[in-house]
């Protein structure tokens, strides 16, 4: 009995290993872009239990809420503080805690700036030149300060994310 638990315990730690190698370092701001109704919640971790919500003001006039990640571990990025910005300007949010890639993205990409192929200026461009505003941009994966996302120019990474839902990205 005492194998089969010291067995069943180094797969746990060997499971908790491969998932801590799994994240890896971010730090960029993101709009919360939650298509479901009610407040987007924030998870102690990947799929865990809710620790918070995050919702705008009743007093906003078109507010928005941006997050700020600090880790990223498959679809889940890991926060440390979430802010209403606009009218009301207030922190909803200030810890560790867990978003779905569902609910994390962006309005648009500063008008002009390139989209790498890898996070690094030096590498390949997918795109010369993307505009500002796009219908359909997919938020898929951070690295540093870079943003991987899906446009209609292509998929690739890029420092230039908008954030302004109420104006078009210059």
């Given at each position: ?166 104006t078009t990205c210059p």
């Amino acid at each position: 009995m005492k194998a089969m638990l010291a067995a069943l315990s180094a797969l746990v730690c060997l499971a908790g290993d491969a998932e801590a190698q799994a994240l890896h370092a971010c730090d960029l701001n993101v709009d919360v872009i939650d298509k479901q109704p009610g407040p987007t919640n924030v998870r102690a971790t990947p799929g865990g239990k809710v620790i918070a919500t995050l919702a705008v003001s009743p007093k906003a006039n078109d507010d928005d809420i941006e997050a700020h990640i600090v880790g990223q571990s498959g679809d889940w990025f890991l926060i440390d503080r979430a802010f209403e910005v606009g009218d009301v300007e207030q922190t909803l949010f200030r810890g560790k805690g867990w978003l779905h890639r569902s609910v994390v993205g962006a309005y648009g990409l500063i008008n002009g700036f390139p989209l790498w192929s890898d996070h690094d200026e030096k590498s390949p461009m997918v795109a010369k030149w993307t505009s500002g505003d796009q219908e359909n941009l997919v938020f898929l994966d951070c690295w540093g300060q870079f943003a991987k996302v899906r446009i209609k120019e292509g998929t690739g990474w890029t420092e230039s994310l908008c954030l302004n839902g109420r104006t078009t990205c210059p």
